[in-house]
């Protein structure tokens, strides 16, 4: 029988790590019958992983556990499940017959759907997204099929007319033994900075190699029978390789490479480690400095799972006495029953001397998504610290302040000519700033002012048509006041730092009015009037800020009337440095107050999501940021020498080692 075949070939490790891949299929084919088979093989995670979905989620494969899963909305919401056996590869497969008959199978094992898909219905259907999805907002990449190496996808193919089940079960390869193969490092030690050569060379073996994969231990990824790749820092590194061949057999091998020379500038601490001190999992770090000196990290603690819709989220702190080096161990600092704890935004009161520690964060009876549709509501609160961190006050409801319950009777005003009736006041979501706050010095009428740069949704948006506004207090805590909106859609997570005229700059996660990712960072500029009411310029896309979709975190640095540090203005900035993925986490520094970014560097080549900045006591800058695809929180302590390249210093000493 002729048939017609789409197929895609994935053969570059890179390819679902970074991204998912859309594959064009046409809604004809479903029409005609059609059969899509593809081998796959899986990490394991706790989470679901979504591994092929139709573009308008017309229907879904994913694994859940140990099970591989087709559901489908189209079929009234079936869905057959088909047992995983064992680690490796496994083929796939999904039909459509002519007569609408929905049949998958795995490794050979079939299930046949009790609802047909009928022609008007595969009509509709089209494009197909392979890998690299959980949620619209593009997180949980730790879970996602393909990203960070938790998945690989092989030999994607659609055919028509439909396959049967006998020429599927034809797929499966024969029996054979895995591949056999060594592996080579040249040179097998050296000093730091090194190239190395890698090679596998094949010894024997029935089925040609399919795929070679490597793993240089840094968080770099490597792909070929030899590649180079070049060590700049002394330590100890597990390389791992990965073989398979075309019967989709697998062998793996590990070595150890130990180097000496250069040390690493860059030094890194756990902090909070998913699955320790009581806790499933940390996300959304903030830091700052206390005037004691102390670092204080904080971080959302959720008890059952990563899930932002955990049933159980504390906010917790540890602290560092010693710039980083060591941390404490785990205190809460504020949980509201009935509610989960989220999004703590501390800041410290170094202007007026008091040292006090005020954080905000937010409390949520529901999900975003449920919020944001109008079930549940969200509470923003505010805890205090007298003793630098070390207690805290119960928790307080700040709500009525900084937050707009939907009132039917209140007029819209003029920002909501684009809203229905009355919802200007219809607030849903509301979120402080995304990392620390700040406190603002550089003008009389505003010096001392607490200021969060906040996001929230109005009426019946989505959380990807969210607005920025600005709220502050201006006696360190006790009383609060909205300042104003940013007048555009789109504008997710924020982070605020003051400028050196007085004004201040946002720096937002960003997406189009209709939801889609901008892939760049939001930028706004505002001032405040002698009378310290904010007053918004224009929203501009950076275009060197590239940007997944995902919090950043933005920072003063020095201001140019302190001397001692050469009298340069500098703000730095660090988020996951690229279009699609939560990757190579970068921090950069500007000399201009954000137009142009003078220097980068990369932290973390591997995954990596939320962040946040803090200067340390000599000289040194810290992050604070979600590492790994296992997840967790990391502390990188890092010069100003290290990040420009030796090209500056702060204070005219230079810092080459990394740690004064």
């Given amino acids: 029988m002729s048939r017609t075949l789409i197929q895609r070939h994935l053969t570059d490790f890179e390819d679902l790590t970074h991204s998912s891949i859309a594959i064009e299929v046409g809604d004809a084919a479903w029409r005609d ?52 056996h064992g680690e490796g590869w496994h083929l796939a497969a999904l039909t459509r017959d002519l007569s609408g ?17 009928s022609a008007e219905a595969a009509a509709r259907l089209g494009r197909l997204i392979v890998g690299g999805h959980t949620d619209p907002a593009g997180g949980h990449w730790d879970h996602s099929f393909g990203r960070g190496g938790s998945g690989l996808i092989d030999d994607f193919r659609a055919v028509t007319p439909a ?32 190239e190395v050569r890698l090679t596998a060379a094949q010894r024997g073996g029935n089925h040609a190699i399919a795929f070679i994969l490597w793993d240089f231990g840094d968080g770099a990824h490597g792909s070929g029978e030899q590649t180079m790749h070049r060590y700049d820092y002394a330590g100890e590194y597990t390389v791992r390789l990965t073989v398979i061949n075309t ?29 320790t001190e009581g806790y499933a999992c940390y996300r959304i770090p903030s830091i700052v400095r206390a005037l004691n000196g102390d670092l204080l990290a904080f971080a959302e603690a959720r008890l ?51 040292g006090r520690v005020v954080l905000v964060f937010r409390a949520a009876s529901h999900s975003e998504w449920d919020i944001a549709r109008g079930v549940g509501v969200s509470r923003a609160m505010c805890v205090i610290s ?90 360190l805590g006790e009383t609060w006041q909205i300042g104003g909106i940013i007048p555009r859609l789109g504008l997710n997570e924020a982070i605020a730092a003051e400028l050196e005229d007085g004004g201040v700059i946002f720096n937002t996660r960003a997406y189009t009015p209709e939801g889609h990712k901008e892939g760049r960072r939001a930028i706004t500029r505002a001032d405040f009037d002698a ?76 995954p990596s999501s939320y962040s946040d900045l803090v200067m340390i006591c000599a000289g040194q800058i810290g992050l604070l940021y979600e590492r790994g695809n296992t997840g967790g929180i990391y502390f990188a302590r890092f010069s100003l020498d290290w990040l420009t390249g030796g090209a500056d210093t702060l204070g005219g000493q230079t810092e080459s080692d990394g740690t004064q």
Wanted: charged share 20%; net charge negative; glycine share 8%.
């Fill in 33 to 84: 019958g059609l059969t899509l088979h593809f081998w796959f093989w899986a990490a394991a995670a706790e989470r679901r992983q979504v591994i092929v979905r139709e573009e308008s989620d017309a229907w879904t494969i994913a694994i859940e556990g140990s099970s591989l899963i087709f559901e489908s909305p189209a079929l009234d919401g079936e869905r057959l499940a088909l047992l995983i």
């Fill in 101 to 117: 008959v929905v049949h998958f199978s795995l490794d050979g094992v079939h299930r046949t759907a009790a609802q047909r898909l």
């Fill in 163 to 194: 396959l049967s089940e006998a020429e599927i079960a034809a797929l499966l390869p024969q029996p054979g033994d895995p591949p056999n193969f060594q592996m080579d490092i040249d040179p097998p030690a050296g000093d730091a900075p090194l």
């Fill in 247 to 275: 019967a989709h057999r697998q062998s793996s091998a590990e070595a150890r490479l130990i180097l000496g020379g250069r040390a690493d500038p860059l030094h890194f601490a756990p902090v909070f480690i998913n699955g």
């Fill in 304 to 354: 059952e799972s990563c899930s932002d819709s955990t049933g159980t989220i504390r906010i917790v702190s540890k602290r560092s006495p010693d710039d980083g080096a060591t941390w404490s161990p785990l205190q809460v600092v504020a949980a509201v029953k009935g509610f989960v704890a989220m999004n703590a935004a501390p800041v410290v009161d170094d202007v007026r001397g008091t």
């Fill in 386 to 475: 007298g003793d630098h961190g070390a207690t805290w006050s119960a928790p307080r409801d700040i709500t009525a302040q900084v937050h707009k319950p939907y009132n039917p009777t209140c007029a819209a005003d003029t920002s909501a000519a684009a809203l229905p009736e009355n919802r200007a006041e219809d607030w849903r979501i509301q979120i402080p700033s995304q990392g620390h706050a700040l406190q603002l010095r550089r003008r009389g009428a505003t010096r001392g002012r607490l200021f969060f740069a906040g996001s929230l949704t109005r009426g019946d948006r989505s959380i990807f048509q969210s607005e920025n506004y600005a709220f502050w207090s201006d006696d």
């Fill in 531 to 606: 009378t310290g009411a904010i007053q918004f310029g224009e929203t501009i896309l950076d275009a060197t800020l590239i940007d997944p979709a995902v919090q950043a975190t933005l920072l003063r640095c020095t201001w140019s009337d302190q001397t001692a540090y050469g009298g340069r203005s500098r703000l730095l900035f660090a988020n996951p440095a690229h279009p699609t993925a939560r990757v190579r986490m970068t921090v950069r520094l500007s000399y201009d107050e954000g137009r142009t970014w003078a220097h980068s560097r990369v932290i973390d080549r591997g």
